[in-house]
């Protein structure tokens, strides 16, 4: 159980193109999803925080404005990259959460994003 | 603000050793710690989650301990195999962040020679 599905897993656009990658609870509602990104070599970054229903909270240092998120349904967040660059090309990993506190995030298979 | 470390950044041992993965938090307030291993390029897979009211998880040859008054947790490798090659990361989650957000470590870069 406890399965979360990321989509795509892999993709290559030219600059200046939006990317929508999704993140799907399967098997039960996630009360908060989250969204990271990862550099080469590096640990995960936390992007922003999102709560089915509300409006998304994000990390500093972070723009709203590019990376948009939707979490419409309580099995379902999308992460927006709008109007990508080539310093936005990385590897994004969602997780998703049900209930609070102690539970445990489950995570995606996490998405690698190429922009030429 | 809760900060969380681990030694070694990487770590090279024969196939068959035992070893022991180290992770420290700043913070004791925690709800819960959990590791992770991630495979170049792929996503995470959890291994263990501790509640801070557990001393120990097992789980086949993984045994993660957790001594939250110390801040200090580890992971314990049996009979390590090279397919246990990967990085290992722990990550905490703190009771004073309303998000309830995890706090990452670096990770443990594990590689096990044939």
């Known amino acids: 159980g406890a399965v979360v599905s990321q989509h795509p897993s892999w993709v290559i656009c030219k600059s200046g193109t939006s990317v929508k990658i999704e993140c799907r609870s399967l098997?039960?509602?996630?009360?908060?999803m989250f969204w990271y990104r990862q550099f080469p070599k590096q640990s995960l970054m936390l992007m922003a925080t999102?709560?089915?229903?509300?409006?998304?909270?994000?990390e500093q240092g972070v723009e709203k404005d590019k990376f948009l998120i939707n979490h419409a349904s309580l099995t379902l967040s999308t992460l927006t990259v709008t109007s990508a660059h080539p310093e936005d090309s990385s590897f994004y990993i969602c997780?998703?959460?049900?209930?609070?506190?102690?539970?445990?995030?489950?995570f995606g298979d996490g998405t690698r994003l190429s922009i030429l | 603000k809760q900060e969380v470390t681990q030694i070694p950044a990487a770590l090279s041992v024969p196939e068959g050793e035992n070893l022991v993965l180290n992770c420290s938090f700043t913070?004791?307030?925690?709800?819960?710690l959990q590791w992770f291993r991630q495979d170049p390029g792929k996503g995470l897979t959890s291994l263990l989650l501790?509640?801070?009211s557990q001393r120990e998880q097992t789980s086949g040859r993984l045994n993660a301990s957790l001594d939250k008054s110390s801040g200090r947790s580890t992971l314990y490798i049996a009979a390590s195999q090279p397919g246990d090659s990967a990085t290992y990361l722990c990550?905490?989650?703190?009771?004073?962040?309303?998000?309830?957000?995890?706090?990452w470590g670096a990770g443990t870069k594990l590689i096990i020679k044939p």
């Open positions: 501790i509640q801070s």
């Open positions: 098997d039960f509602q996630a009360t908060t």
């Open positions: 999102s709560n089915e229903g509300s409006k998304a909270t994000y």
């Open positions: 990550a905490v989650k703190g009771t004073r962040d309303s998000n309830y957000q995890l706090i």
């Open positions: 997780s998703a959460e049900q209930g609070w506190g102690n539970q445990p995030q489950h």
């Open positions: 913070d004791s307030a925690i709800y819960n």
